[in-house]
């Protein structure tokens, strides 16, 4: 299973930055998938969860009215849109997997299978 994770990069405060994730190796359809992100010094954190069917989301509230998830099925991919972004938001941020049929999605990192390698966003004038 391989999740590729790409779009990262350096933008100004109040800039725009979209992530993408493919998913190859496994039934992506049947995926939740969640996006979390590491800041230096910090612990990983939430940021986002979309079910398999996209019709079930969650937002971080330090992220709420700024940052959007959605997925495309029939491309394998899931997406991270991202405005009006802070310093603050400045992280390596991580796609991951979770083999999940129930329709819902999960907040914690430890109940998901597998992972991207992560891509930096750095949001700095």
């Known amino acids: 299973v391989q999740l590729q994770a790409s779009g990262g990069g350096l933008v100004q405060p109040g800039g725009s930055l979209s992530l993408s994730c493919v998913v190859s190796?496994?039934?992506?359809?049947?995926?939740?998938m969640g996006w979390f992100r590491q800041a230096p010094g910090k612990e990983r954190e939430f940021v986002a969860a979309?079910?398999?069917?996209?019709?079930?989301?969650s937002i971080a509230d330090s992220v709420k009215g700024r940052l959007t998830i959605s997925r495309v099925n029939a491309e394998n991919t899931v997406y991270l849109q991202m405005r009006s972004l802070k310093p603050e938001d400045t992280a390596v941020y991580y796609c991951?997997?979770?083999?999940?049929?129930?329709?819902?999605?999960?907040?914690?990192?430890?109940?998901?299978?597998?992972w991207g390698q992560g891509t930096l966003v750095t949001v700095s004038s």
């Open positions: 991951a997997a979770r083999w999940d049929v129930s329709g819902g999605y999960s907040e914690r990192d430890d109940q998901y299978h597998y």
């Open positions: 190796g496994i039934t992506f359809s049947r995926c939740s």
């Open positions: 979309i079910s398999w069917g996209g019709t079930v989301r």
